[in-house]
């Protein structure tokens, strides 16, 4: 799909499909200031529909001319309200309104109230991210036809600078939500490694995938201990981005690849929707979605690491026992008092290795807790960091790329909750402030003078149904975030 600016008038687009935003109360007004030459039908149906232009209200006509086939009216609500995460909903509405046709999609949006390099980027991706269906499993996929071409109609010039950001984050975004939603007998260990590596070629990245006896080498006692349950070996990725000149940051991003969590033998039962847990890999898949971008968009003095442990959380004869001490890559012992906290146990290690190659700072992304979704929801994702400055980019980048996200605390004193009787740590506390304990294990392995943050999306990952620019499913979040976030430290 191209997104490009057009420099037509309304009144002489010559698309398929033309979408106009409608402030509430305005709608016969801005109808005949827009000239369009079906004016007297428009206002005919229009009353017919009893359309109010409110935030998130549609309505579609199809034009008895022949050119645009189909025009959708999107509300926009009160022009003093409208923020561009508004923008960014009503593009995805109406795209999604636009589905089952094809040809040229057109777009007209009060684009004078925004930065036009802003809206540009907020609709063009929304409209693209909407626009997404996921038929690699289907046989027969019933038709899903949509827009080749995406114009922006109206808009200044000066936006055309950031088009060519639009397709290679969403792609980032795409590849994510395809690893995220493919089958945990599909994507295993070895397949998110083949498909990181092959990134890595595609987009001249470095590569590095340990196999477990390079893993066994670097004392990750941790990591494996999850991995022992299952069949499959498990496989620790790095993918490295270098910019060729002089290198200013250097960033390091680390998911949680767990590419099926049973629980273990504290095996999920219940409403903990084992089946769901294909998607506890959520937190790799954007951080080699977000390598993808990265590759493509190439910032300058930007050193990248892409950092994953992935393995499946599994019980055979040889899994963890509940009870199980193991120990860490940086020597701490950990007592595995519930072996479904897993992730945590490969991030510690994937953490220690991250701090040895001495970044200015660390994210990881991580499917972590239940109760971080029963905090936030599953629109937005919990961040956790000592870091002011830190917290502060982060919370930029998201707000920037529409992604939600909040700041919870590390509660120092909630250390208690994690102290074992017989190692240094157990890896579970207890149910209360569960996201927060998670959070300060975490803590544990990472070198206290190295910025570095959490970012649970364990609601984030999956979108029940339709919402904004997410279709229901694997939605890639976190992508758009750390892309924006290295992309601005490249240019501090
Ligand atoms: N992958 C889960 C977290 C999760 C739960 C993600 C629900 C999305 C939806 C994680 O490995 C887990 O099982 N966490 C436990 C931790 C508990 C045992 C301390 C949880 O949240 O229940
Ligand atoms: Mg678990
Ligand atoms: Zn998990």
């Known amino acids: 799909m191209e997104i490009t600016l057009s420099s037509a008038g309304l009144k002489d687009w010559d698309g398929s499909v033309l979408i106009i935003g409608i402030f509430e109360g305005e709608l016969e007004k801005q109808i005949q200031s827009f000239a369009l030459p079906y004016k007297s039908y428009l206002n005919h149906r229009i009353k017919e529909q009893n359309f109010n232009a409110k935030v998130g209200e549609i309505t579609c006509f199809d034009l008895p001319e022949n050119s645009p086939r189909k025009l959708i009216l999107v509300g ?11 923008l960014r909903n009503a593009a995805a509405l109406s795209a999604r309104a636009s589905v089952g046709n094809n040809g040229k999609l057109g777009i007209y949006f009060p684009w004078d109230l925004f930065e036009p390099e802003s809206a540009t980027k907020a609709v063009g991706e929304a409209i693209r991210l909407a626009l997404f269906k996921d038929l690699r499993f289907k046989s027969n996929p019933d038709p899903f036809l949509k827009a080749d071409v995406v114009e922006l109609i109206g808009i200044n010039k000066s936006a055309e600078k950031s088009l060519s950001t639009i397709s290679p984050i969403c792609s980032g975004v795409e590849l994510a939500r395809e690893l995220v939603g493919a089958p945990p007998n599909s994507i295993t260990p070895t397949t998110l490694a083949e498909a990181a590596v092959q990134i890595s070629k595609e987009y001249s990245l470095e590569a590095k995938v340990l196999n477990k006896e390079e893993c066994e080498a670097k004392g990750m006692g941790a990591y494996l201990a999850v991995a022992q349950g299952s069949d499959l070996e498990p496989k620790f990725i790095h993918l490295i981005y270098k910019t060729k000149g002089p290198i200013k940051r250097r960033l390091a991003m680390v998911g949680k690849g767990l590419t099926f ?3 273990g033998y504290n095996l999920k039962v219940g409403a903990a929707q084992i089946d769901m847990m294909k998607f506890d890999m959520g937190g790799s898949a954007a951080v080699i979605g977000a390598a993808r971008a990265i590759a493509e968009l190439k910032p300058a003095n930007l050193e990248a690491h892409f950092i994953v442990a992935a393995c499946e959380n599994m019980i055979n004869g040889s899994a963890v026992h509940p009870g199980d001490i193991v120990k860490a890559s940086n020597g701490k012992t950990i007592e595995i008092n519930n072996t479904d906290a897993e992730g945590r146990l490969t991030l510690a290690d994937a953490l220690v290795y991250a701090c040895a190659l001495e970044p200015d700072a660390i994210v990881d992304l991580a499917t ?14 919990g961040l956790w960091t000592e870091n002011d400055q830190l917290a502060a980019e982060l919370i930029n980048a998201a ?36 996201s927060i304990t998670a959070g300060l294990f975490l803590q544990e392995f990472v070198q206290k003078s190295i910025p570095w943050a959490h970012i ?15 279709p229901a499913g694997a939605t890639g979040y976190g992508v758009r975030t750390l892309v924006k976030w290295a992309c601005d430290q490249a240019n501090k």
């Not at 009160?78 to 923020?83: M, N, R, V, W």
């Not at 996200?405 to 569960?434: C, F, H, V």
């Not at 649970?456 to 997410?470: C, F, M, Q």
Request: charged letters at 30%.
């Open 76 to 86: 926009l609500g009160e022009a003093k309200d409208l923020l561009i995460n508004d």
């Open 261 to 263: 969590d049973s629980g």
């Open 368 to 381: 972590l807790t239940g109760a971080c979704v029963i905090a936030l929801g599953d629109e937005i994702a």
């Open 399 to 434: 707000n920037d790329s529409g992604e939600g996200i909040w700041r919870m605390p590390l509660q120092r004193s909630y250390k208690e909750g994690l102290k074992s009787m017989l190692a240094d740590i157990k890896n579970t506390g207890p149910r209360a402030g569960g």
């Open 456 to 470: 649970d999306i364990a609601g984030t990952v999956w979108a029940e149904k339709d919402r904004g620019l997410d």
